[in-house]
């Protein structure tokens, strides 16, 4: 149901390039520099809070993780079954691990009844999968997809969203996805509680053997652009946001930079 005491969503929003947010910078220049940097300083007046996870309920541990580790991008993870049934489910604790070779990482937690998920149990047998990254104008079809509906009742059909063959695995791609990753199982980590015992988490390496690249998307080098991908990550809770405003910054290299740096650290 829409929440009819927010705003609109705002499609015509349009990301862009802007200027970092200290471009005066210097080496040894502290964060009180500048005016925000000073905001940012006072904030801790306010004090700490120290948590011990030994102590805490998971639950909480878990609320506090995805809460401030962000934002992160999802993986759109399509698999099949031994018997054919095909299966398609977001996960949010998901990255790129190495390009060389080209490895990806998905995260999928245990059943509350301690058994796997289905991703992770087709993962684990058939040995293949697809990695969908997910835009603006599908989230929703995205998001309904990680309901939990019986392992017999295939999410495809209900989230709107249309099958695209793969080139070299059987699950297939999401047609509406725009950057799609064929992958085969590298490695899979059972990720045990060192104190419980009890198995939490399946760590999934994929190693992707074919991009699928929408050309609309990509600049004028052949990479993807952010601004045209439109992709959605997670922030906490039930949150999730799009890519805003994008700056850069340069990777420095101490051939160039280092005599300035040594010279900084002499004066202070």
Not at 158 to 165: Q, R
Not at 251 to 268: C, F, M, N, V
């Amino acid at each position: 149901m829409a929440d009819t005491s927010l705003p609109a969503f705002n499609s015509d929003t349009r990301a862009k390039y802007t200027d970092s947010p200290n471009p005066t910078f210097s080496y040894g220049q502290k964060v009180d520099a500048t005016e925000d940097g000073k905001k940012w300083l006072e904030g801790e007046k306010a004090g700490w809070t120290v948590v011990d996870p030994s102590k805490e309920d998971p639950r909480r541990i878990y609320k506090l993780m995805i809460s401030g580790i962000i934002p992160r991008p999802i993986a759109f993870v399509s698999s099949v079954s031994e018997s054919g049934l095909e299966n398609i489910a977001p996960f949010s604790l998901f990255n790129q691990v190495s390009h060389n070779p080209p490895l990806v990482s998905v995260s999928i937690a245990q059943l509350p009844d301690g058994g796997l998920k289905d991703t992770a149990d087709n993962i684990k047998k058939t040995k293949q999968f697809t990695v969908n990254i997910i835009s603006e104008p599908f989230i929703e079809n995205a998001n309904i997809t990680s309901i939990d509906s019986p392992p017999e009742v295939g999410e495809w059909g209900f989230a709107g969203l249309t099958k695209a063959p793969s080139v070299h695995v059987k699950a297939p791609r999401v047609k509406e996805s725009a950057f799609s990753m064929e992958c085969e199982l590298f490695q899979a980590v059972d990720i045990i509680h060192p104190e419980t015992g009890v198995q939490s988490a399946t760590l999934v390496l994929g190693l992707v053997k074919y991009f699928h690249l929408r050309n609309d998307v990509l600049n004028e080098r052949g990479v993807i652009d952010f601004a045209k991908l439109k992709p959605i990550a997670r922030i906490g809770d039930i949150s999730f946001t799009r890519v805003g405003d994008a700056f850069r910054l340069p990777r420095l290299e101490w051939a160039a930079e280092g005599t300035k740096i040594q010279e900084t650290l002499k004066s202070t």
